[in-house]
């Protein structure tokens, strides 16, 4: 169980997520507008979500300082390109989308934990027939260039530029203004203030997870006469279909740290330094 504040400028907008997340976490509301939206209040707290914020700029861009420190992130949609999106780097060109939607599940490889039968899925429950849906758009100018899609609107293959409703980037991932990311963080454009699906639930649940529960294994690079290798490329890969899950460089003595997900099986390779005899080093059987 985790302890989670969600902020936002009303708590209206908000309270179908509060709702649903309370279920399996403690889950606090921040108003924008309040006192309490500080930098000192919200570093007390495992994870940070925000919605329809309009004040992080105007008071200081408190959440921008906790996610410094290293507490996670998952940006919501919001009126003005304003909010967390904006502050920690995730994008500078947000928009939405008002009526019935649904999402295409383009990404299990990693962070989603269920194999969906079927890629589409809906949001809201039949009797909500119309909300806002945020998206951003994966054009490489307003949007890091890393961005891993987990779930994108307006999928149709002659579309001009995908429309991402939900992603994820790692510690370390290279922000909009060229920057690493301090933490893991996310964007989900689903909307907060009203009942979502089971599939739409579940694919917020699985980014939450994967925000708050990380393990760390650590590798060292070598060559074949076992020097260590420093600034050798390793790509880890998911061992269920092989995709690439991330790239990591090793430190000074050759060591690189992987951040692996519990129960999903990984593998990783390095390829040997130009002029080596090796063709390729593999870890096999990563499993947290």
């Known amino acids: ?27 606090f509301f921040c108003d924008t507008t309040s006192r309490d939206y500080t930098e000192s209040y919200l570093s007390t707290f495992d994870l940070i979500m925000d ?57 299990n490889k990693d962070v989603i934990s269920i194999n969906y039968s079927k890629k589409e899925i809906s ?68 909307p ?3 009942e979502l699906t089971n599939d739409a639930m579940n694919i917020v649940n699985d980014v939450i997870y994967w925000l708050l529960n990380k393990t760390y294994i650590t590798a060292k690079v070598k060559d074949q006469d076992g020097t260590p290798l420093s600034n050798q490329d390793v790509y880890l890969h998911s061992r269920l279909n092989g995709d690439l899950i991330a790239k990591h460089q090793s430190d000074e003595n050759g060591d690189v740290v992987f951040r692996i997900r519990h129960k999903f099986d990984y593998y990783a390779i390095a390829f040997d330094k130009k002029g080596g005899v090796k063709n390729a080093v593999a870890i096999d059987n990563i499993i947290a």
């Open 123 to 190: 949001l809201y429950q039949k009797s909500d027939k119309s909300t806002w849906l945020y998206y951003i758009f994966d054009d490489n100018k307003t949007t890091p260039k890393d961005m891993m899609p987990l779930a994108i609107y307006r999928f149709e293959s002659n579309y001009y530029a995908p429309t991402v409703t939900c992603t994820v980037f790692r510690k370390g991932d290279l922000n909009l203004k060229g920057q690493p990311f301090a933490a893991d963080c996310a964007f989900i454009g689903y």
């Open 51 to 107: 919605y329809i914020n309009s004040q992080e700029k105007r008071a200081g861009e408190p959440i921008q300082k906790c996610f410094e420190k290293g507490i996670p992130v998952v940006a919501g949609g919001s009126d003005g390109n304003s909010g967390a999106v904006t502050s920690i780097g995730i994008s500078n060109k947000i928009d939405y989308s008002y009526g019935q939607r649904h999402t295409k599940v383009i990404n």
């Open 1 to 27: 169980m985790a302890k989670i504040v969600i902020c936002s400028d009303a708590e209206d907008y908000v309270k179908a997520m509060i709702t649903a997340l309370s279920e399996d976490h403690q889950v």
């Open 192 to 194: 907060f203030n009203v």
